[in-house]
């Protein structure tokens, strides 16, 4: 009796172990990074949508994924230095999401993909935009004219409240509504103002390689924005 109970709870524990070490491998093999060849032009030449369709393909997610997250490093002259961004995906059928980080290697022309499983909810995702409409729309602005508020040697370019279509009242700040290849200021007095927010600021050239810096010089623009009826 005794040898029989042994066995069996040895038959359990390594029915545990194995399944728990294939957890492990089947983890790692899903979470393993992906290197995928791209080339980043000038900040107007980019192609972002284009370059986006290519990791769509290639990792056989959703076009439709989120944004949860954008950040760009650029020159006056346009020159791309850095770009990031996080996604998210509801995969159909499933409760849980897949998590994204897109950061590109400007010196071997990869966009380097990490990804990693996350249990819902995911309060925002519905709220956020579509990572394909919003680089869509990025490949009909002309960014150049979206700058900080002084002649910064690097600007930076970022989208808030994790891509969300927001609520945005700020006021005392210089604050522009996007309209494809145009900005238009906004005033207090039209304020609030319901859209996508994304912020340019300044940032000194000590800021590389490693661009961790405060954000000077802040101007922000609102993408998709429906104004108020106040004037």
């Known amino acids: 009796m005794n040898r029989l109970y042994r066995t069996t709870l040895g038959i359990i524990i390594m029915g545990g172990f194995t399944f728990f070490m294939y957890l492990i491998v089947e983890s790692s093999i899903f979470e393993r990074e992906h290197s995928i060849l791209v080339n980043v032009a000038q900040l107007n030449e980019h192609h972002y949508s284009e370059h986006w369709q290519v990791i769509v393909t290639t990792l056989e997610m959703d ?56 249990e819902g909810p995911w309060l925002q995702y519905d709220r956020s935009i579509p990572v394909k409409y919003f680089f869509e729309r990025l490949d009909e602005m002309d960014l150049r ?33 996007i309209d494809k290849d145009q900005i238009h200021e906004i005033s207090d007095a039209q304020l609030p103002v319901e859209g996508y927010w994304l912020s340019v600021c300044g940032m000194s050239q000590d800021a590389a390689p490693d661009f961790v810096s ?18």
């Open 63 to 118: 076009e439709q994924a989120k944004l949860q997250d954008f950040h760009v490093y650029y020159n006056p002259q346009g020159e791309v230095q850095k770009l990031s961004y996080e996604v998210v995906w509801r995969r159909p059928g499933k409760q849980d999401f897949i998590y994204y980080y897109v950061d590109y290697d400007l010196i071997t022309s990869n966009a380097i993909v990490k990804k990693q499983k996350i």
């Open 145 to 177: 004219i979206m700058k900080p508020n002084n002649d910064d040697p690097i600007r930076y370019m970022r989208i808030h409240e994790s891509g969300s279509r927001m609520t945005y009242a700020i006021k005392n700040r210089m604050k522009y509504r």
């Open 214 to 231: 405060s954000c000077e010089d802040r101007i922000d623009y609102v993408l998709d924005a429906r104004m108020s009826d106040r004037k």
